[in-house]
């Protein structure tokens, strides 16, 4: 497949063609049901999607660890935009855990009338960025990346899949207040996942033991999910994520973004940063 057939471009973003079609996306925006009691995981792509598709099934199942160890992730947390969206959730029974990448502003119409909750994970987009470049050197349905430092002009002009980060954080930032929306940062889960599991507990309503909060804090240590076949895609043939060049779940730490950058692509970074979060009160990812 051609570098021009991996994505396609649906209102002005990339998409990648291997799991997304124009199909998919106007199901997800405009015919898709959303019921109150469905929620929904948003982030940007590598900013702890798959962290939060192993917590929030726990969460679900009192700390049962019986679907994460048994289910695929993208099927016990499916992906509204995917090409299979539509037969994994359309007929799936409440409460429905769902998985987007989508902005505010593309998220299904149903969505904006309803009482459906949000958890929007935020990461260091430096580190997002070089967990980007790593993914893309090994899954062979996305672009090459080039260099790291093509690579970084692409990320902060939002020629990268899904578009700019700063686009994203953008529109759901301001709804940060809105009852059904909870923020996290990849960092408070690395740092405290105690705490966030408490955060998690009261705004999904959902009562958790002390034993369950113990199993669940456990199986989510990096290095424990990581050897769960369930969640680190170890399924995928070797022709679309050859995991010998990079593993798909890879690190899972903060700050290794100062381990790739160059200190004037730093300052590079952090220009454009400024000038794109001017006037806009997120208190993260300042240094």
Not at 42 to 64: A, C, F, H, M, R
Not at 120 to 147: C, I, Q, W
Not at 165 to 183: E, M, V, Y
Not at 217 to 238: A, D, I, L, R, W
């Amino acid at each position: 497949m051609s570098e021009a057939q991996l994505n396609i471009v649906f209102e002005g973003l990339l998409w990648p063609s291997h799991v997304h079609s124009e199909e998919s996306l106007r199901y997800a925006r405009e015919e898709f049901q959303v019921r109150d009691d469905d929620v929904f995981i948003v982030t940007y792509p590598k900013s702890g999607t798959t962290w939060l598709q192993e917590i929030l099934p726990l969460v679900y199942s009192n700390g049962d660890l019986t679907p994460v160890h048994t289910v695929p992730n993208w099927q016990r947390v499916p992906w509204l935009e995917q090409k299979t969206g539509k037969s994994l959730l359309e007929n799936r029974p409440s409460p429905r855990l769902i998985t987007t990448h989508l902005t505010y502003h593309m998220m299904p119409k149903s969505f904006y009338t309803s009482k459906a909750k949000v958890v929007y994970v935020s990461r260091n987009p430096k580190d997002a960025l070089v967990s980007s470049f790593h993914y893309h050197g090994m899954a062979s349905f996305l672009e090459n990346p080039g260099t790291f430092e093509e690579f970084i002009d692409k990320f902060l002009e939002g020629k990268v899949m899904f578009g700019s980060w700063f686009d994203h954080i953008k529109s759901w930032w301001p709804r940060k207040d809105q009852d059904n929306i909870l923020f996290l940062t990849y960092e408070e889960l690395l740092q405290d996942m105690r705490s966030a599991l408490l955060k998690l507990k009261e705004f999904l309503g959902k009562p958790l033991s002390d034993d369950a909060i113990e199993r669940i804090v456990t199986q989510t240590k990096f290095n424990n999910m990581k050897q769960n076949k369930m969640s680190n895609y170890s399924f995928v043939p070797e022709e679309l994520m050859d995991q010998k060049k990079s593993n798909f779940l890879r690190k899972g730490i903060a700050g290794d973004w100062k381990t790739h950058f160059t200190t004037a692509q730093t300052e590079h970074f952090n220009s454009v940063y400024t000038q794109e979060m001017k006037g806009i009160n997120f208190p993260f990812y300042k240094d």
